[in-house]
């Protein structure tokens, strides 16, 4: 397992200080608290039970303190892989979204008080949803937002036609590392859901 400070320099910001707290919506669970626990996707007893999905797809980023002319980046980290006892396969990079910008209240200059990124172009890495092993107690799955550097290339960063990433470059990754090679900033804000 990679050494990752930068994920414990953010945990440790984030619970001394709210205003490093990012805005997380994930399905149907709004204003989603450090440490909230969304269920993974499993079969649907019923028709009506959408709740089931709601950690699979890429959550909607809340950031109230970003700026109309800032470019942002979102990363999704599983820091308890496999097990939060024994992560040693951990962290496991779950999405790398680049070119976030705030949204723009139907369609005009004036922005949203939400603060709420919309991403101009497609992932650098697919999201992939919370799946713990059977029996793993809740993982954390963290989400960093960063303000993106200038001259930042999604393309260079993105599997070549559009692919999807496949899970072995996702395991051990050391956002330290990233964060260094693509040259990124401090942690701006951090959120994190628990779930298996």
């Known amino acids: 397992m990679p050494a990752n ?14 205003s490093k707290t990012l805005g997380l919506t994930v399905g149907q669970h709004t204003q989603v608290k450090p440490g909230t626990y969304i269920p993974k996707a499993g079969r649907c007893i019923e028709a009506t039970d959408t709740q ?49 910008r705030i949204a723009s209240a139907a369609g005009t200059a004036t922005t949203t008080p939400s603060g709420k990124l919309e991403p101009a172009e497609p992932p650098v890495v697919n999201y992939i949803g919370p799946a713990p092993p059977p029996g793993a107690s809740p993982h954390r799955y963290a ?28 395991m051990w990754f050391s956002l330290d590392e990233w ?17 298996n």
């Open 5 to 18: 400070k930068s994920v414990e320099k953010a945990l440790a910001a984030m619970n001394s200080d709210a």
């Open 52 to 100: 089931s999905a709601d950690a699979q797809s890429p959550p909607e980023i809340l950031y109230p303190a970003a700026s109309a002319d800032k470019t942002y980046l979102a990363m999704s980290l599983d820091l308890d892989a496999p097990f939060k006892s024994l992560p040693v396969l951990g962290p496991i990079w779950h999405w790398c979204q680049s070119d976030l």
């Open 143 to 170: 989400f960093f937002l960063y303000e993106q550097p200038a001259g930042f290339d999604a393309k260079a960063r993105s599997p070549a036609g559009g692919k999807e990433v496949g899970v072995k470059p996702r």
């Open 179 to 195: 964060e260094a090679k693509v040259g990124l900033g401090e942690v701006l804000a951090l959120n994190y859901f628990t779930s």
